[in-house]
């Protein structure tokens, strides 16, 4: 029980402090920025490293930046503490195993694509090619190379799905109706999830989607909506509900 309390508060640090990691990259990779600098967003001073600590630095400076006073918007850190609760999470529903290192691979790439697509209004390729290759990997081992064979052709199919999806969109709105970025995330939910639980979370994600989308619509907002964080959400609600989802495909097909 003693052990268990530690690495749960170890999962947890980490998961703040990939939370915090994952925060700088989808900030400045996007920007193509070489060196990543940390500072404020007002004044541009840049940081020293002890005001960099992940969440303590904001608390003890009271969510003020300490040169000129401003407020540090309080999102990032609360981004941070989410991946490291689910860090914890991640043991503490499934302990050491293939769903918990995949849990930790969507809280990781979830802080990503929620803050580039929010932010940018873009999913960078280097996140998911890395987690992409990360889940086959894990599915070789775990599972042995026919679950890896059906896992990649069940990505390729996806991919293709969601391919002719966006051409008939296109056709059908006469605008993109569906980013290149969301196509490539959809290649990963066929790599976890296989053909079905994929296409179950590519339309729990659009319902997730659909408030916004009336939202912009009544209210007269001029923009594109980020469908990125929305896809994640979906995906990661089937994976922690896989077996009741799975049960009820069973049962209606």
């Given amino acids: ?12 640090i980490v998961g703040i402090l990939m939370g915090y ?9 996007p920007l193509k920025v070489k060196e990543y600098v940390n500072g404020c967003d007002k004044c541009n001073t840049k940081y020293k490293w ?12 009271k969510g003020k930046c300490p040169y000129c006073k401003k407020n540090i918007s309080f999102i990032y850190q609360i981004l941070e ?6 860090f914890a999470l991640s043991y503490i529903f499934y302990g050491f195993s293939y769903e918990m290192i995949v849990m930790i691979v969507l809280t990781n790439l ?11 209004y873009i999913i960078l390729d280097e996140p998911l090619i890395f987690y992409s290759i990360l889940i086959l990997i894990c599915k070789f081992i775990f599972f042995g190379y026919k679950t890896f064979l059906i896992s990649v ?24 109706s569906i980013g290149g970025g969301d196509i490539k995330l959809s290649m990963f939910f ?3 999830l296989g053909v079905r639980l994929s296409i179950v979370s590519l339309i729990l994600g659009s319902f997730l989607a659909f408030p916004c989308a009336v939202y912009y619509s009544i209210s007269g907002v001029k923009r ?23 049960n009820i495909l069973t049962i209606l097909f």
Avoid: H, W
Avoid at 1 to 12: E, K, N, R, S, V
Avoid at 21 to 29: D, H, P, T, V
Avoid at 81 to 86: F, K, T
């Fill in 21 to 29: 990691i994952n925060r700088i990259i989808a900030i400045k990779m």
């Fill in 224 to 246: 594109e909506i980020p469908f990125g964080p929305f896809l994640i959400t979906g995906l990661y609600l089937v994976f922690v509900f896989m077996e009741p989802i799975r």
């Fill in 110 to 120: 979830g802080i990503l694509i929620y803050i580039t697509d929010f932010k940018y």
């Fill in 190 to 192: 066929g790599f976890l």
């Fill in 153 to 176: 052709c069940s990505g390729l199919l996806i991919f293709v799905f969601m391919v002719v999806v966006q051409f008939i969109g296109n056709r059908i709105f006469k605008q993109e």
């Fill in 81 to 86: 503490i989410i991946s490291g609760l689910l």
């Fill in 1 to 12: 029980m003693l052990i268990d309390i530690y690495i749960i508060t170890l999962l947890f």
């Fill in 50 to 61: 002890y005001q960099l600590i992940p969440l303590l630095s904001f608390i003890l400076q």
